[in-house]
């Protein structure tokens, strides 16, 4: 079936690092969305693509759709200790009403 | 004002039992989901409804039953529980683009679920 991979599953990083996670699609998709997910709290959307190749940027954070539409990407730019949490990428399906979930990566940063 | 509510928060009971879980959300958004999050933090798709019908069911034990009585709603009863089940439930609602929405989904609080 669609699946929507999700790399690093865990990063620990140092207060001031940067940080990638990136999605892999095994199927082309209709757009991808980014959640945050605070340590005991729920997902929040965090913003979705739509375009290929699309980039935006929110402050510190970075996202990118691939030419394919089939990868993306989330960029932060000199951790802070509020950017901890489960990043999730989700894949909508082209045609479909399905959104997948990538299985989230867990974002740790040392102050 | 909460946007999708859940109830309860936590939920702590003994094997065998039924329980039900109830979501609501006041966004006016035509579907809504139950996603269950086990400890590792996946995020598993259960069920989908879009105006009061069915439209995602995945592989789910026939022990877990949602029931939307309006669109608004959308409730998850469970029965005879095992331990397997203990993990957080989410409700999620989202304004899909066939109705002209962004798909975004909002999420409700969860509910912590422990299986004794």
């Known amino acids: 079936g669609q699946q929507v991979m999700q790399i690093p599953q865990y990063q620990h990083v140092q207060e001031g690092e940067d940080f990638t996670t990136y999605c892999n699609s095994s199927?082309?998709?209709?757009?991808i969305q980014w959640y945050k997910q605070r340590p005991g709290g729920h997902p929040v959307f965090l913003i979705q693509?739509?375009?290929?190749?699309e980039v935006k940027k929110q402050k510190r954070l970075t996202f990118q759709f691939g030419e394919a539409k089939k990868n993306s990407s989330l960029h932060i730019t000199a951790t802070q200790t509020t950017d901890v949490g489960t990043y999730f990428c989700a894949g909508r399906t082209t045609g479909g009403f399905k959104t997948i979930f990538g299985a989230g990566t867990r974002l740790f940063v040392k102050a | 004002d909460t946007a999708v509510s859940q109830t309860p928060k936590y939920l702590v009971t003994q094997m065998g039992n039924d329980k039900s879980i109830k979501c609501e959300q006041n966004?006016?958004?035509?579907?809504m989901y139950w996603y269950k999050q086990d400890s590792k933090k996946f995020l598993k798709i259960m069920f989908s409804?879009?105006?009061?019908?069915?439209?995602i069911n995945e592989t789910v034990p026939n022990r877990f039953s949602p029931k939307s009585p309006d669109k608004a709603h959308l409730n998850l009863h469970i029965n005879s529980l095992e331990l397997g089940d203990s993990a957080v439930y989410f409700c999620a609602s989202s304004q899909d683009w066939s109705s002209g929405g962004a798909g975004t989904q909002y999420f409700g609080p969860g509910t912590r679920l422990l299986v004794l």
């Open positions: 693509l739509v375009k290929s190749g």
């Open positions: 966004l006016g958004h035509d579907t």
């Open positions: 199927t082309t998709l209709s757009n």
């Open positions: 409804y879009n105006n009061k019908e069915l439209i």
